[in-house]
């Protein structure tokens, strides 16, 4: 498969949209799920590409982010009540205990609400999937650290001299990240 050329900088929707054109274009099957995180310009074009995907939004980053959002003396109460939420059986049941979580902390913690009720349908997405496999599917951590070991590899490198390079090394990140 002749690999074209869709290296972006920008998180646009409109970058975002034509990289995954471009996927679809070099065969790419409409996947069952994506992983994201909040980036509103994948979002937004993964939802125009595969509108029957079922996007879930990744636990990681809101996980690390939560404790910031208040007193550290709340968090231990708080975070059993997040995974509590995050981990529940169903769907319905998940959504039945986020509002009661939300209704006891939005006074005196307004920023753990607001980050639980953003993006909130796509957050317990994961719950739709076999149990044995949300662990896998509620982050994108994962990618990002084949991201990261990618940029620690190349930033030694001046240039690449050719694609069949580039091609090489990521995918020795890959399979060396998803080994683990």
Same mark, same amino acid.
């Given at each position: *498969? %002749?690999?074209?050329? &869709?290296?972006?900088?920008?998180? &646009?929707?409109?970058?975002? %949209? ?13 996947? !069952? ?12 074009a993964i939802d125009a590409v595969w509108p029957k995907t079922v996007r879930i939004r990744g636990w990681f980053h809101t996980r690390q982010n939560l404790p910031q959002q $208040?007193?550290?003396?709340? =968090?231990? @109460?708080?975070?059993?009540? !997040?995974?509590? *939420? +995050? #981990? ?8 039945? +205990?986020?509002?009661? *979580?939300?209704?006891?902390? /939005? ?10 009720? #953003?993006?909130?349908?796509? &957050? %317990? ?5 076999? /149990?044995?496999? /949300?662990? &896998?599917?509620?982050?994108?951590? %994962?990618?990002?650290?084949?991201? @990261? @070991? @990618?940029?620690?590899?190349?930033? $030694? *490198?001046?240039? =690449? =001299?050719?694609? $069949?390079?580039? !091609? ?7 399979? +060396?990240?998803?080994? +683990?």
């Open positions: *498969m %002749l690999l074209t050329p &869709s290296t972006t900088h920008s998180e &646009s929707s409109e970058s975002c %949209l034509a990289v995954l054109r471009d996927l679809v274009k070099r065969g790419l099957p409409t996947p !069952v799920t994506i992983t994201t995180d909040g980036a509103p310009g994948l979002t937004k $208040g007193p550290p003396p709340a =968090w231990p @109460e708080l975070k059993i009540l !997040v995974a509590a *939420m +995050r #981990d529940a059986p169903t769907v319905a049941e998940a959504e039945r +205990r986020r509002p009661l *979580m939300v209704n006891r902390y /939005q006074r005196d913690f307004p920023e753990v609400c607001r980050c639980l009720l #953003d993006d909130a349908e796509a &957050s %317990l997405n994961h719950l739709y999937v076999p /149990q044995r496999h /949300q662990p &896998s599917v509620r982050t994108a951590h %994962l990618a990002e650290r084949a991201f @990261e @070991e @990618e940029r620690r590899r190349t930033k $030694g *490198m001046p240039h =690449w =001299w050719d694609e $069949g390079s580039v !091609v090489k090394l990521v995918f020795a990140v890959l399979i +060396r990240v998803s080994e +683990r």
